[in-house]
T-cell receptor, first 110, second 120 residues
Framework: DVKVTQSSRYLVKRTGEKVFLECVQDMDHENMFWYRQDPGLGLRLIYFSYDVKMKEKGDIPEGYSVSREKKERFSLILESASTNQTSMYLC?????????FGPGTRLLVL | DAKTTQPPSMDCAEGRAANLPCNHSTISGNEYVYWYRQIHSQGPQYIIHGLKNNETNEMASLIITEDRKSSTLILPHATLRDTAVYYCIVRVGVLALPWYSGGGADGLTFGKGTHLIIQP
């Protein structure tokens, strides 16, 4: 069974803190993605990675960075969290044809 | 990617078949039809996809019209746990092409979807 896990379901952080969101997949997929989902704005792609140590910017990379040191793990980093980064963060990995999503992390930045 | 049109909401009685329509009149020949759903406060869940033939898996059936301009997702025996927002997406299916080299991400774009409510 396909499995994508995210380190936390809910997270509360303060403005200026460094935040790490981790995602692990057990399907040996090469492609992994980070999205954020906000009401009225839908799903927006932040970063994606098509191989270990490779990364590409998505539509809204500002304020974020990523790390892919191992094939199964893709981390999203908020260097200095801001209130406008309060959102639902979704990780996905993909086979050739299909993306599979994790359960999401709901992040609140105070 | 081609745009899709879905009704904003639908009701269905528990135990009955839920038929969710999707229009994609501008679909291209190499674009697949994908269905995902999202239960409140959870990540999107892949359901099924197809190119032109009808498809069935353990979750649902996908019926694509012969001209490929519309499709229907069928949940054969809806349960209360099927209450969710259902998204129909049309896109090129092969994600491993060198889509990354020239910029332009190959992420998924979800529209507003159909909020399916299963009534007890």
């Amino acid at each position: 069974d396909v499995k994508v896990t995210q380190s936390s379901r809910y997270l509360v952080k303060r403005t200026g803190e460094k935040v790490f969101l981790e995602c692990v997949q057990d399907m040996d997929h090469e492609n992994m993605f980070w999205y954020r989902q906000d009401p009225g704005l839908g799903l927006r792609l932040i970063y994606f990675s098509y191989d270990v140590k490779m990364k590409e910017k998505g539509d809204i990379p500002e304020g974020y960075s990523v790390s892919r040191e191992k094939k199964e793990r893709f981390s999203l980093i908020l260097e200095s969290a801001s209130t406008n980064q309060t959102s639902m963060y979704l990780c996905a990995s993909s086979s050739v044809e299909t993306q599979y999503f994790g359960p999401g992390t709901r992040l609140l930045v105070l | 990617d081609a745009k899709t049109t879905q009704p904003p909401s639908m009701d269905c009685a528990e135990g009955r078949a839920a038929n969710l329509p999707c229009n994609h009149s501008t679909i291209s020949g190499n674009e697949y039809v994908y269905w995902y759903r999202q239960i409140h406060s959870q990540g999107p869940q892949y359901i099924i996809h197809g190119l032109k033939n009808n498809e069935t898996n353990e979750m649902a059936s996908l019926i694509i019209t012969e001209d490929r301009k519309s499709s229907t997702l069928i949940l054969p025996h809806a349960t209360l746990r099927d209450t969710a927002v259902y998204y129909c997406i049309v896109r090129v299916g092969v994600l491993a092409l060198p889509w990354y080299s020239g910029g332009g991400a190959d992420g998924l774009t979800f529209g507003k979807g159909t909020h399916l409510i299963i009534q007890p």
